[in-house]
Nanobody
Framework: QVQLVESGGGLVQAGGSLRLSCSAS????????MGWYRQAPGKQRELVAR???????NYADSVKGRFTISRDNAKTTVYLQMNSLKPEDTAVYYC?????????????WGQGTQVTVSS
């Protein structure tokens, strides 16, 4: 089991910045990828950014150049630095950790943190 605790959401004006944090506990040694997803009202949950065990990263096209995902040396905390925020970034942001591969993959989710960007 992996437990995830998020922090850092809030209200910010367009053009501003926020940093989200997600701390993992439990069987953290089994995590292969950690990332951030978001879900806006009436929309499906979508991948924002992820960081793989080897340190490689992936971003949604909509956030490239504005958001940066990183992690601490222990690989148990991931951060999402969000700059140049836009109203369309408003959503509940969820931290995700995945263990296993393909058919054995298990996903764990944080409780979600609200990010609201005002115009």
């Amino acid at each position: 089991q992996v437990q995830l605790v998020e922090s850092g959401g809030g209200l910010v004006q367009a053009g501003g910045s926020l940093r989200l944090s997600c701390s993992a506990s439990g069987r953290t040694f089994s995590i292969n990828v950690m990332g951030w997803y978001r879900q806006a009202p009436g929309k499906q949950r979508e991948l924002v950014a992820r960081i793989i065990r080897d340190g490689s990263t992936n971003y949604a096209d909509s956030v490239k150049g504005r958001f940066t995902i990183s992690r601490d040396n222990a690989k148990t905390t991931v951060y999402l630095q969000m700059n140049s925020l836009k109203p369309e970034d408003t959503a509940v942001y969820y931290c995700n950790a995945a263990t296993g591969l393909s058919l054995t993959r298990l996903d764990y989710w944080g409780q979600g943190t609200q990010v609201t960007v005002s115009s």
